[in-house]
Every structure is written in C-alpha cells, then in structure tokens.
C-alpha cells in the first residue's frame, strides 16, 4: 500500500504553519472518527520522540497542533522530520489510546437549569421523553480537549443531532452545563457564552485547579450522562464538594 | 512578612507573570501578562528575574502601602503616580519605605500599567505559576484589603529609569499567514490591508474587537470550519466580519476563521491600544517576521543595562529648601 491509498481525504495528511512558532498536522478538514484516531497516535508518537526545539503539542478534532522554537529547529526542518513521521506507518488505522475510562455523570435534561432541551429536541424531530432515552443512553467518546481547561468534545451523537449552532449566543451556561450541536456534546468547564444549545446539566467540574489532578478527562475517555430527576440532582449537587457531581469512573476494557 | 497592602484597587488588577506554557493540550491557554514587554522592563529596572510577578493594573490605578521596606518599579502603560503626595516617574524603580503610600491615577495612555516589587509578588504557585488566569477561574483579581507578599529581594539600586519607545496608541501590526488566510480572498485580504480600523469598545486580556467603517471581512465557507487550534496574535473574524484580536488569555480553540496572526514582538501594542486608537495590518513574509523577532530578542537581551540614573526635576522636590545643595563646592581660591 502507497502513502496515497491509505489517505481518506484528498490533500491530507496536511502540514501548514500557526503563527510563527506553530505548526499544524490535519488528518482531516471534518470529524471523522479515523481521522480522530491519528490525531491522538500521531501525538503520542511526537511525545515519545522528545525531539529538541518542540515545546508542547495539542490535538484538536482532526489535528495535531506542535508548538516549537524557531531558533533551535526551523521550520523546514520540522517538516521534513514530520513528514518523516507521517510516512513511517498508516496513522488513520491507529488504535485508540490505552488506559481509557468510561465516566458515568449523573445529568438534570430540561427544566429551567437546562432550558434548551425541547428546542433541540423539536429540531432532532423527537419528542422530549425520546430525546432524554437517547442521550441519556448514548456512549460518547472525548474527542479532544480544548476551549476552556479540561473541556471535552464529546462525540458522536446520532445523525438526527447535526444541530447547526445558533446564529445568537447564549449569554452565559453555568459550568457543568452540557450543550449540543453538530452530533457534539460540550461540556462546560467554565461559565460562558455559546452558540450550542444547553440540553443538560449536570455537577461535574472538568477543571479541579487545586485537586492533585486537575484536569478530570483525557481524549479517548467515554462519558454517559444518565438521566436524573431535579430533587435527585439538586441534591448531588449540594453534596458533592469534590467536583465529581457524582461520577462513578470505570475501566474500559480494551 | 514584607509586602504591599491594597487599599484601593481598580477593577481588573491581577497578579501576573510570563504564565504557564505546555497546558494548550490540556485546554488551559498560557496567559500571563498582556503586556510581556513590561516584565521585561520592570525586572531590568530592578535587576532581577523577568520571570517574577508583577501587578498589571488595568485602566485605573490604586492606593498601596508598603509594609516593610521595599523597592519598586513602574512600567507599561503610563499613569500618574505619587509616593506620599510626591510625584514620581514612570519606567522608572523608586524606594518605597515601609509605611510610605503609593497611589496611581489613571492610565494617560495605552491600557495595561505595571507595579513591579523587588523580588517579585510571592503569591503561591498553582500549575507552576502565579499568572492569575480569569477566564480559567485561576485566581481572582486583586481587592482592597489584600496583601501581596513580596519575596526575597537581593537589593540593588533604585532612581533607575528606563527610554521606552511608544506603544500606548496603536499602529502598524505585522501579520504572517496562517492555516485559514487561504479562506479570505486576495481582494478581501487587499482591502483588509487598506484598512484603517481602531480599537472598539470590547477589550480584556482575551482579545481585543476592531472597528471599522464600511463592509466586513468574510471568509469563504465561514459556517463550516472544523475548531482548531487558536494561539494569541490571531486575527479572528467574528460573524460581523469584524476582525477580534486574541490575547495571552484566550480560549485554545475556534471556529471562527483567521485571517492571519499578529507576530508575537508587536502583541504588546495591540493590547496596549486604547479605545479608539488606530490600527492598521501589514502581512510580512516569514523571513521579515522571525528577522523582526531576533530583533526584539535582542532589545529584550540590551534591557538589563539599559536603566540610567533618574534626573530629578527641581520641581518635583518638595521640600528643595532642605537640601544641602552647594556642599562639594570649591573654594577657587584655596590651594587644591
């Protein structure tokens, strides 16, 4: 097999520059779920290599983002050894990470702390008690971090919640909010505005600044958001200090 | 514990320092000062580390006491500042005996002034630096009451001034390409060029809105951008067509498209810009960039042995009459 049989996109892998001292790799110009595999392997692999002159990396949905000192490695020569990289095997057939959990988050759909839900649900063309089942019941998988500390996108949602985003913001979700849109959930880690509609909530802080580890999710994690009542949430949410807004955290086996 | 206590504080006062690289995995943006140039200043004029921290004061000043002896410097956007009804310079390092008050007026230009202390503020450490971090709920602004422990100064000099060159009302702003320039049509990125804007009234140490007169900036296939990864310096266009300008402070991520990014030496005068002042961009070529950043490397290398004695203004001395000023004179008719 040629570097060209294994792309699934035209074009891509691509690598172009951020900024001065930024460079992009993209699997891919949309989520796709392979090209999300070989943004998280592709990661590890330039971690593992602690190469000189790179100073951290990121991943977004469908790329890795390296950030790096022009002065010590120039960017012709950071392209050159990542498209070294690249070449050395088929990153879309990569596995996911290893040591992934499964994260059950008790979660508040509708009422007025999650005040979205009917019109997301008017807008996935189901009813509300239809839409509680299948959110309520659907493995998400964090595919990246990012926005605000330690916030997940989570995906894939059915095909019916390829929600566009509000053309108006929302002023501001608390923290803990759960939005969707784009057969996405976000969850939010700070208060903000967004353009994603606020269908759940829930009292888990991704972002634990004073806990040993601060940040509650990696990518590769799945989460479940189980329906519960409001009594049952106000009351989780006025016992639980510890920003788990009572989680129950599991292996996945792979 | 030597420190300063805080009387009076503006509303947007927050202990920072260069801020914590190597958490944009982890969705945290670096932070830190918005005006980096001015940690850099401030440690030159005090002889220490640029890593130290420092209060950034946004917009309007304070009153400060010192508890203990300590020596300070101030830098960044100017203000009017006085030590116990004295008037002292900016850019420049002064004593500031225990007891003593310091009060800062309003900014006379540019946005972001800078109370450095010598040895730094020692506030704790949270993921490895002090940069209080607003938009991730690290820290909180400082309040009228609190105390900033000052470290463990080493001493030196103070009456330091510094030359600052202006960059406390807008200007030329060189800009590289980016992964979403591609999106905006020649044309478009031609007029963008063109343009005239100036700061408009949506500032904070996330970003920073432009206005301008006339037809926005679009990109082709707005609605439709996968979130990427976002860095400070990028020229975001808004669903206005507005551009917005990120600042150390900023989320990680976005979809709204790029036009171009802000090289890293001329942020500082983008954050400094206060309303109202001009604005204008320049793309420049890779080469031109990281020549134009080697550049100001080495100006920030140049800082440390660039303080000189203040000149103090006869006018400036309250109380003149009490010097001994012809003591040291010679007699011109006594042998030497």
């Not at chain 2, 900023?250 to 109202?276: E, F, H, M, N, S």
């Amino acid at each position: 097999m040629t570097a060209n049989d294994r792309q699934i996109r035209p074009g891509f892998p691509a690598l172009r520059p951020v900024g001065l001292s930024g460079m992009l790799v993209s699997f891919s110009d949309r989520l796709e779920e392979p090209a999300n595999r070989a943004a998280l392997a592709f990661r590890a692999a330039v971690e593992a290599e602690r190469k000189a002159g790179i100073a951290e990396t990121a991943t977004s949905l469908a790329s890795v983002f390296l950030r790096f000192d022009p002065e010590v490695l120039s960017h012709d020569a950071l392209s050159d050894w990542l498209q070294g990289l690249l070449a050395a095997r088929d990153w879309y057939a990569a596995a996911l990470p290893g040591g992934r959990r499964l994260i059950r988050v008790p979660t508040l759909y509708g009422t007025d702390l999650a005040p979205q839900l009917e019109e997301a649900a008017a807008a996935a063309g189901m009813g509300v008690e239809a839409a509680i089942a299948d959110l309520g019941t659907t493995r998400v998988r964090v595919l990246t971090i990012g926005f605000a500390p330690g916030q997940p996108y989570l995906g894939p949602l059915g095909a019916d919640w390829d929600l566009p985003r509000q053309t108006a913001l929302t002023a501001q979700v608390p923290v803990g909010a759960l939005v969707l849109a784009v057969r996405q959930f976000v969850l939010f880690a700070a208060s903000s505005p967004t353009g994603w509609r606020h269908v759940g909530q829930t009292a888990f802080r991704c972002f634990r600044p004073e806990a040993a580890a601060p940040f509650a999710l990696r990518p590769g994690d799945e989460m479940l958001f189980e329906p519960v009542s409001k009594p049952e949430f106000l009351r989780i949410a006025a016992r639980a200090t510890d920003g788990a807004g009572g989680a129950v955290i599991g292996e996945i086996a792979e | 514990m030597s420190g300063l206590r805080v009387h009076q504080a503006g509303p947007a006062c927050t202990v920072q320092d260069p801020g914590r690289p190597g958490f944009l995995g982890q969705g945290l943006s670096r932070g830190g000062a918005a005006d980096p140039l001015a940690l850099v200043e401030g440690a030159a004029l005090l002889g220490q580390d640029a890593g130290l921290a420092a209060l950034e004061i946004a917009g309007f000043g304070g009153v400060f006491e010192a508890e203990g002896d300590l020596r300070i410097a101030l830098t960044g956007a100017p203000m009017a500042a006085e030590i116990d009804g004295a008037r002292v310079a900016w850019n420049a390092s002064h004593a500031l005996m225990a007891g003593q008050r310091l009060s800062l007026g309003a900014v006379r230009a540019g946005c972001y002034g800078y109370l450095h202390l010598g040895g730094g503020i020692d506030t704790p450490r949270v993921l490895g630096a002090r940069a209080v971090h607003l938009a991730a709920g690290l820290g909180r602004a400082v309040a009228a009451g609190d105390q900033l422990p000052a470290g463990r100064d080493r001493g030196g000099e103070t009456g330091l001034a510094l030359e600052v060159a202006d960059r406390f009302s807008g200007g030329a702003l060189r800009v590289v390409e980016g992964v979403q320039t591609p999106l905006f049509a020649l044309d478009v990125r031609a007029r963008f060029e063109a343009t005239e804007f100036v700061r408009g009234g949506r500032a904070n140490r996330m970003g920073v809105a432009l206005d301008c007169p006339g037809e926005g900036f679009a990109a082709e296939g707005q609605l439709a951008i996968l979130s990427e990864v976002i860095v400070p310096g990028d020229i975001q266009m808004t669903g206005d067509g507005r551009p917005f300008v990120l600042l150390p402070e900023c989320q990680t991520t976005g979809g709204y498209p790029r036009i171009g990014t802000v090289i890293p030496c001329d942020l500082p005068k983008v954050a400094q810009a206060p309303a109202g002042a001009p604005l204008r961009f320049c793309f420049v070529s890779r080469a031109v960039a990281l020549e134009a950043e080697a550049r100001h490397a080495s100006h920030l290398a140049g800082l440390r042995r660039a303080p000189r004695p203040l000149v103090r203004h006869p006018g400036d001395i309250p109380d003149l009459l009490g010097y001994q000023l012809i003591s040291g004179a010679v007699s011109a008719h006594h042998e030497p």
